[in-house]
């Protein structure tokens, strides 16, 4: 059900300091962030075009992968640059870069093997049951009483970047394209899913939380690694396998995957996912929505307007056409890509805002 805009909404609560530290406005919402965000993803009904300030990503430390790539936030707070690196849940060792901003796997790190074949033998899966939960519950209980939607993430990779901190990225490649190979990997994505499927019911059981961020990277800046079909055949059907898990339990899945992937997007709404975000330079996200918002949302960047030199009203009217044509089309959701966010401030923040919330309730 709609609720009516009231100009008194426009009162600037907070400041939230979002992707590249850009600073986006959080207005006097009528509901919570958290409700408004389910009510885009779940039931596809947004209430304004959400920027992305309504959703606090949560990185527990208590799966080893966070802490590894740098990542792991509990109790709100980002561990120090001197502790992030270190082994995954698979004993691969990862060596944080600050230049970067994220880990790669330690240089001259043995392979676990170079032939999928050797899976059942090389690979060492972690004891998740004796895993801290409970403490990491306490720890994180004041952080996650928040009226923001929390996602969950899960950064090693879903199924092909975890293949590659496995045996590389070169033999990867290989594998997941060799007949003789295909075999082996299907029953590890397998495995790997039934992981993931455990870990996600171990993270509801312990966490409030609303939704997960799972993390698989496809493709390069130009075109996708592999094929469509044999993303089709061997990572679509293991993906559905946890999303499928991850909405009987009411709860969203978003895919956060870099490169040129605009060819996979079918294989990504064939997965299950609710959401992705692709990197706004270097696919198109306007064709992404105007052939694919009815069975995905996806996250749309705008033209940047000129910061030095574009008026007041030159602002508002690139917001407000924004607003038309992405918060008036029946049927289709988007939300704001992340690289968007700097330019989300001032005027262009207000008028985006006040036009959508009263766009999507008439």
Not at 21 to 37: G, L
Not at 159 to 186: H, N, W, Y
Request: glycine share 8%; hydrophobic share 40%; with cysteine.
């Amino acid at each position: 059900m709609g609720i009516a805009f009231d100009e008194k909404e426009m009162e600037v609560v907070e400041v939230s300091r979002a992707f590249r530290d850009a600073a986006v406005p959080i207005y006097k919402f009528p509901v919570t962030m958290k409700e408004a965000w389910r009510r885009m993803a779940l039931d596809r009904k947004p209430l304004w075009f959400n920027t992305g300030v309504e959703v606090e990503g949560f990185f527990p430390s208590i799966i080893p992968d966070n802490t590894a790539r740098g990542f792991s936030n509990d109790g709100g707070k980002r561990i120090p640059e001197e502790a992030r690196g270190g082994k995954d849940m698979f004993g691969i060792e990862w060596v944080y870069v600050p230049v970067a901003g994220g880990s790669m796997e330690k240089p001259g790190t043995k392979r676990l093997f170079d032939d999928a074949n050797d899976w059942k033998e090389r690979i060492v899966w972690p004891d998740i049951d004796s895993w801290d939960w409970e403490g990491s519950a306490k720890q994180n209980e004041a952080m996650l009483n928040t009226d923001k939607f929390v996602n969950l993430q899960f950064l090693n990779g879903f199924g092909f970047e975890r293949l590659i901190s496995f045996m590389g990225f070169e033999d990867a490649a290989v594998a997941i394209i060799d007949e003789d190979q295909q075999d082996a990997l299907k029953e590890l994505f397998d495995k790997l899913s039934d992981l993931y499927v455990k870990l996600v019911d171990k993270c509801c059981q312990y966490y409030k939380i609303d939704g997960f961020l799972i993390h698989d990277d496809w493709g390069t800046q130009r075109a996708p690694f592999f094929s469509v079909d044999i993303g089709r055949e061997m990572l679509v059907p293991y993906m559905r396998k946890v999303t499928d898990h991850i909405h009987s339990l009411g709860k969203t899945a978003e895919l956060h995957s870099c490169g040129c992937n605009e060819l996979q997007i079918e294989n990504f709404i064939a997965g299950g996912w609710d959401i992705w975000g692709p990197m706004a330079s270097i696919n198109d996200t306007y064709k992404l929505f105007e052939n694919y918002g009815d069975k995905i949302i996806i996250g749309v960047s705008p033209e940047p307007y000129d910061k030095a030199n574009d008026s007041d009203d030159v602002k508002r009217a690139k917001a407000k056409e924004f607003v038309d044509k992405f918060c008036t089309v029946p049927g289709k959701v988007a939300i704001m890509n992340r690289y968007f966010a700097p330019y989300m401030e001032g005027v262009y923040a207000e008028e985006m805002y006040r036009d959508s919330r009263i766009a999507c309730t008439s």
